[in-house]
C-alpha cells in the first residue's frame, strides 16, 4: 500500500510545485499591470486594433478610461532624476488590450505631432536625440519593450503610466501655445503587428522657437547678411565688381536657390541687381538695426557666417580700406559676438599688410580705456604670439609676424610716452 502511496505523493507535490512556480512566474511578470481585470479570451476579436482617437487635456484627471477600448492621455509633470528637476510629458494607458495568446510579448511606440493649425498637415515633433529618432527622419518615436501582457484579452481599469518624455528631447515645430496630439501603440513583438493604437490631444505653451521658426529665420537672417555686405562693400563708396561678385555667388549658394527653378534663379539674380543699384545709388541700410534683429532671431553660430561673408568682401579687392574696418568693428559688436574670436577672423583673413590704416583695437586687441596694466598684458600675449611664428616655415606668416612685432613695438612705445 505504501509502496502505491509514494508515486502518487510524488506526482501531486510535482504538480504543486509546477503551479506555485507558474504562478511566482506570472505574479513577477504582472508587477508593472498590477491594476489590471483580465477577461477570458474572445474568438470573436480581430487583429489590429484599430485607432480611436480619445482627448487627454479635456478630461478629467478623475475620469476613468472606457474599458471597451484602448486609451491614452498625456499630463505635464515634475520629474525628479537625481539631483535634476526636468519637465515631462507622462504617458499613461488604460482600457482594452487583446493579443494572439497569454503572456504575449509587446512593445510600446510613441509618437507626437503638432496639428495646431488644422488647415495645414500635421507637422511632426522632433527629437533632439537620435536614440528617438525614426529610421528615416528626425521625427520623434519612443520605443520600449512593455513586457508580456497577462491575457488574450486584458483590460486596464485605470490609468497606467507608461512613459516619462523628458521635454529637453523634444523640438516642436513653432513657439508659443501648440496643439499636440500623442499616438501610442502597443506592437507585438513576434511579428510587428499593430495590437492596440490611440491617440489623444493636448495643449502645451512651447516657450522656444521651433525647428520651423528657426528655419525661417536662418532663411531670414541669410537675406539680411547680403545686405550687410553689399554695405561693407560701400563702405568706401566703390562698389567693385570682385566684390559684388563674391556676394552674389554667396547668395546663390546659400539662399536655397540650388534646386530651384529657372524662373526662381532668374528672380534672385534680378534682387541682387536692384541691390548693388540700390548702394552704388549711395545709399545706406540702417545696419545697425539689421544687426539687432538678426541677434533676436539666430544663434551665434549664423553671426560669425555673417562675419566671414563681410570679411572675405572686405578681402576682395586685396585692401581692407578704413571705411570697411570701422564698420566691420561695429558689425562683431552689434551682432554681440566675442571679440577676441572676431579678431581671430580678421587675423586669418586679413593680414595685417592688408590694412590701409592700423586699428589697434582690431589688429592688437588694444582700446582707449584700457589701464596701463591691462595694455601692457594685452602687448605682452600679442608679443608672445607673433614672436613663435617668426621661424614658421610659411613665409606668408613669417612676414605677417615682423609686421605685427613692428606693430607692437610702435604700440608699446606709444604706451610709454603716454604714461
Known amino acids: 500500500m505504501v509502496q502505491i502511496l509514494i508515486p502518487i505523493l510524488i506526482v501531486i507535490l510535482t504538480a504543486i510545485l509546477v503551479i506555485i512556480l507558474d504562478l511566482t512566474g506570472q505574479i513577477r511578470i504582472l508587477r508593472f499591470f498590477s491594476n489590471f481585470i483580465t477577461k477570458d479570451s474572445d474568438s470573436r476579436a480581430e ?138 501603440t502597443i506592437i507585438s513583438q513576434s511579428n510587428s503587428q499593430v495590437l492596440a493604437c490611440a491617440k489623444c490631444s493636448f495643449n502645451y505653451d512651447n516657450n522656444d522657437l521651433g525647428y520651423i521658426d528657426l528655419h525661417e529665420n536662418v532663411k531670414r537672417t541669410k537675406n539680411l547678411a547680403v545686405a550687410l555686405a553689399f554695405a561693407v562693400s560701400a563702405a568706401d563708396r566703390k562698389l567693385y565688381d570682385c566684390e559684388i561678385e563674391i556676394i552674389k555667388s554667396w547668395a546663390r549658394n546659400n539662399l536655397d536657390y540650388a534646386h530651384s527653378s529657372d524662373k526662381d534663379r532668374r528672380k534672385l539674380e534680378k534682387a541682387l541687381n536692384k541691390t548693388v543699384a540700390f548702394f552704388s545709388n549711395g545709399n545706406q541700410l540702417d545696419a545697425y538695426k539689421i544687426c539687432k534683429e538678426i541677434v533676436e532671431i539666430v544663434p551665434l553660430a549664423e553671426r560669425y557666417d555673417i562675419l566671414d561673408l563681410c570679411l572675405h568682401v572686405v578681402q576682395a579687392n586685396g585692401v581692407a580700406a578704413a571705411e570697411e574696418m570701422v564698420l566691420m568693428k561695429n558689425f562683431a559688436e552689434w551682432l554681440e559676438v566675442d571679440m577676441d574670436r572676431f579678431r581671430d577672423m580678421v587675423e586669418k583673413i586679413l593680414p595685417v599688410g592688408m590694412h590701409e590704416a592700423t586699428d589697434q583695437e582690431v589688429i592688437l586687441g588694444l582700446s582707449a580705456d584700457m589701464s596701463k596694466e591691462k595694455t601692457r598684458q594685452q602687448l605682452n600675449r600679442e608679443y608672445n604670439k607673433w614672436n613663435s611664428r617668426v621661424t614658421n616655415p610659411d613665409p606668408a606668416i613669417q612676414h605677417q609676424a615682423d609686421q605685427m612685432l613692428r606693430l607692437i613695438a610702435e604700440a608699446r612705445a606709444r604706451s610709454e610716452c603716454l604714461s
Not at 123 to 132: A, D, F, T, Y
Not at 144 to 156: C, D, N, R, S
Open 47 to 184: 487583429f489590429p486594433i484599430m485607432c480611436k482617437d480619445r482627448c487627454s487635456q479635456n478630461t478629467e484627471p478623475s475620469e476613468l478610461p472606457d474599458p471597451e477600448a484602448f486609451n491614452c492621455r498625456i499630463q505635464l509633470t515634475r520629474q525628479k532624476e537625481g539631483d535634476c528637476d526636468f519637465d515631462a510629458f507622462t504617458v499613461q494607458i488604460g482600457g482594452i488590450i487583446r493579443t494572439p495568446s497569454d503572456m504575449h510579448y509587446t512593445t510600446l511606440q510613441i509618437s507626437l505631432a503638432d496639428v495646431t493649425d488644422e488647415a495645414y498637415e500635421a507637422k511632426p515633433v522632433r527629437s533632439r536625440l537620435k536614440e528617438w529618432q525614426s529610421q528615416d527622419s528626425p521625427a520623434f518615436c519612443y520605443s520600449a519593450g512593455l513586457g508580456k501582457i497577462p491575457k488574450q484579452v486584458t483590460t486596464l481599469s485605470d490609468w497606467t503610466s507608461v512613459a516619462q518624455l523628458h521635454i529637453d528631447w523634444l523640438m516642436f515645430p513653432h513657439k508659443g501655445r501648440r496643439n499636440l496630439q500623442c499616438t501610442t
